[in-house]
Every structure is written in structure tokens, then in C-alpha cells.
């Protein structure tokens, strides 16, 4: 059996693990009775009936909020590779830029949805600026650190050949930097979902966290779509971040560790 194939293997015996315990979870927290049993944990077969009952306003939310997303994921991803790329030019610009990004980043999201949406006074927009916000930390810091991690050697050797500032950046610190960059990537994917979902709960009128909202306020019935909800921001993380693995192996196959994983 290949590598590939004991870890897809794995993967169904994990998921089949999760779903057994999920309906022995389901069943103690039910098997008490009550009416608002089934709120409290729902079984698998009760969520994707739901799917298929509310599958227009589930789907309807769901693209709201991923589309918000994925462009502020975009914007982010740009605009903190830019900036990486400025830093490490000089250790000055560098070292008067990171306690500004320090104290960005100590900003409380939950303080700057409100004054985001004051300042665009429209929902995508803010969705878009905090799902940017956060993801531009990530990438920004893991840029930075994959440009300056080529080897002492290697610039030695740029240097013997009379390399350019672009040849430099190009031909040795971007390829070393990709990893890192990726790695920044996988991590900042899904935390954009959470801020396209963060502005939903704070006072926007579409999205998946509207859609939860509302159904908090019906009471126990509409606990099922709360549920539901929550799957799907899983996977909807979950899938974020496997469009960035794949994008990595499509886009910088030579890394050692993608070779020793397809050999």
C-alpha cells in the first residue's frame, strides 16, 4: 500500500471514529427525553436532514460569507507579501515597522468590527477589510521570515557572481521564503473565515452568523441551524486550507518536502 493510500485509509478511519462517538454523544445527551433534547446535540442524520430542508438559505449565507472571505484573504495575502518584501530590505524599515504590526495586531476584533462598520457603513466591505486585517498578520510575519532565512553562504555565493537587489530577490530569497509563505497561508485561510463570520455576529444583516443569530431567537428550534451552521464553517475551514496545500504543491513543487511526500 502506498503512502497515499494508508493515508486516505487513515483518514476514513478517523472520520468513521468522530461519527461513532458523535452519535454515542447524541444518543446519552437525547436519551433523556425532553423537548429541547435534540437541541442540546443533534445526531449526524438529523443536521444533513436540515441540509436538505434549508439548503436555500443555508447555501445563500454560506457564499456571503465565504465570498467576503476569500476576498479579504486575497487583499490580505497581497498586501502583507508586499510589505514583507519591504522590510527586508533595509533592518531600519524593519525594525520601525514591527512594533507598529505588534500593536495592530493586539487590537481586540471585536473592538474594530463596530468601528469598521461605522467607517464603510456596509456589510461586504467590512467583511472584506477585517477578513484582510487578519490575514494580512499572518503572511506579513511568515513573508518576512522565509526572505531572510536563506543561508549566509548562499548570498556569498549571489554576491561572487555580482547579482542585482532583483536577481537577489528573485533567484534566492523568494524561493526560500515560499515555504514559510505557504505555511503563513494555511494559517491565515480559515482565520479569514472568522472574520467575514465575526462581522456577521456584530450587527450585519446576511451571512452565516446573521443566519445564527436569528435562530437563537426563535428558542430551542432553531438550535438545529445553529448546528448546521457550525458544520459548515468547518468545513468550510477545512476546505480553505486544502486549497492552499494543493495550491503549494501546484505552484512550488521542488520543496524537499513535497518531494519526499510524493516519492
Request: glycine share 8%.
Amino acid at each position: 500500500m502506498t503512502a497515499r493510500l494508508r493515508g486516505a485509509a487513515l483518514v476514513v478511519l478517523v472520520c468513521a471514529a468522530v461519527l461513532g462517538l458523535w452519535y454515542a454523544a447524541a444518543w446519552m445527551v437525547q436519551s433523556g427525553g425532553g423537548p429541547v433534547a435534540a437541541a442540546k446535540l443533534p445526531y449526524p442524520h438529523q443536521l444533513a436532514e436540515l441540509f436538505v430542508e434549508e439548503r436555500a438559505a443555508l447555501l445563500e449565507a454560506t457564499w456571503i460569507t465565504l465570498k467576503q472571505a476569500i476576498v479579504g484573504f486575497v487583499i490580505g495575502s497581497l498586501v502583507g507579501l508586499a510589505l514583507s518584501v519591504v522590510m527586508v530590505q533595509a533592518a531600519w524599515i524593519e525594525a520601525a515597522l514591527v512594533p507598529l504590526l505588534l500593536a495592530a495586531q493586539m487590537i481586540p476584533m471585536i473592538a474594530l468590527v463596530p468601528i469598521a462598520q461605522k467607517l464603510f457603513v456596509n456589510d461586504d466591505a467590512t467583511r472584506i477589510f477585517i477578513s484582510a486585517f487578519i490575514t494580512f498578520f499572518s503572511v506579513t510575519i511568515a513573508a518576512v521570515r522565509g526572505l531572510k532565512s536563506a543561508p549566509k553562504e548562499s548570498y556569498e555565493l549571489m554576491a561572487s557572481y555580482r547579482a542585482s537587489r532583483l536577481d537577489l530577490f528573485l533567484r534566492l530569497q523568494f524561493p526560500s521564503a515560499v515555504s514559510m509563505l505557504f505555511s503563513g497561508l494555511r494559517v491565515a485561510a480559515p482565520l479569514s473565515l472568522v472574520g467575514s463570520i465575526l462581522v456577521d455576529f456584530t450587527g450585519a444583516q446576511s451571512g452565516l452568523g446573521y443566519l445564527m443569530v436569528a435562530a437563537l431567537t426563535i428558542g430551542s428550534s432553531g438550535a438545529m441551524i445553529v448546528w448546521g451552521a457550525m458544520l459548515i464553517l468547518l468545513a468550510l475551514g477545512f476546505l480553505l486550507t486544502q486549497v492552499v496545500v494543493v495550491a503549494e504543491r501546484v505552484l512550488a513543487p521542488w520543496q524537499p518536502g513535497l518531494r519526499r511526500a510524493a516519492s
